[in-house]
T-cell receptor, first 115, second 116 residues
Framework: DVKVTQSSRYLVKRTGEKVFLECVQDMDHENMFWYRQDPGLGLRLIYFSYDVKMKEKGDIPEGYSVSREKKERFSLILESASTNQTSMYLC??????????????FGDGTRLSIL | AQTVTQSQPEMSVQEAETVTLSCTYDTSESDYYLFWYKQPPSRQMILVIRQEAYKQQNATENRFSVNFQKAAKSFSLKISDSQLGDAAMYFCAYRGLGTSGSRLTFGEGTQLTVNP
């Protein structure tokens, strides 16, 4: 089974702090994703990466950056945390899909609170 | 840009009965994939079922089936013989064939309650 592991299940940080959320997958997947989940809004894509050192902006990249130095690890960085970034953050990975219906596999999520 | 809409924020069903969750989407593409994911209280997102747009036959996975209406851009999920373990948030998701990096577009979610 694919295992996507997020470093923290719950995290509390203060406004202005630099926050790192880590995600590791063990299936040699090419693609990795960061979403935030808010009630009534579903999952919204922040950033994704389709290869080491490659990244693309999703729908809501403002206030975030990412790093992918190794294939199995994808980090989400909140440069200067603000209260409106309090949310559930989900990491996912998938094989390069081409024209196949490969699904994304998700971690358990990190519930981040910014005080 | 593609959009996915789930118009039912909450649904409930009696155990052993059937429930249908609605999903509509907007796209100009002719070929794409559709997914239903389940998120129980444990928060782990689990793939329930997937459908390729070029297939006319509706996908089925045990008690879960879809009603895919391509012309209407509708992709509803039917859960038969509902069980207590089916209680979860359900998300509908879209992926275009030419989508960069295989990104998914999700709907808002439907919270399903199963009553004993």
């Amino acid at each position: 089974d694919v295992k996507v592991t997020q470093s923290s299940r719950y995290l509390v940080k203060r406004t202005g702090e630099k926050v790192f959320l880590e995600c590791v997958q063990d299936m040699d997947h090419e693609n990795m994703f960061w979403y935030r989940q808010d009630p009534g809004l579903g999952l919204r894509l922040i950033y994704f990466s389709y290869d080491v050192k490659m990244k693309e902006k999703g729908d809501i990249p403002e206030g975030y950056s990412v790093s992918r130095e190794k294939k199995e690890r994808f980090s989400l960085i909140l440069e200067s945390a603000s209260t409106n970034q309090t949310s559930m953050y989900l990491c996912a990975s998938s094989r390069w899909t081409g024209k196949s219906n490969q699904p994304q596999h998700f971690g358990d999520g990190t519930r981040l609170s910014i005080l | 840009a593609q959009t996915v809409t789930q118009s039912q924020p909450e649904m409930s069903v009696q155990e052993a009965e059937t429930v249908t969750l609605s999903c509509t989407y907007d796209t100009s593409e002719s070929d794409y994939y559709l997914f239903w994911y389940k998120q129980p209280p444990s928060r782990q997102m689990i793939l329930v079922i997937r459908q390729e747009a070029y297939k006319q036959q509706n996908a089925t996975e045990n008690r879960f089936s879809v009603n895919f209406q391509k012309a209407a851009k509708s992709f509803s999920l039917k859960i038969s013989d509902s069980q207590l373990g089916d209680a979860a948030m359900y998300f509908c998701a879209y992926r275009g064939l030419g989508t960069s990096g295989s990104r998914l577009t999700f709907g808002e979610g439907t919270q399903l309650t199963v009553n004993p």
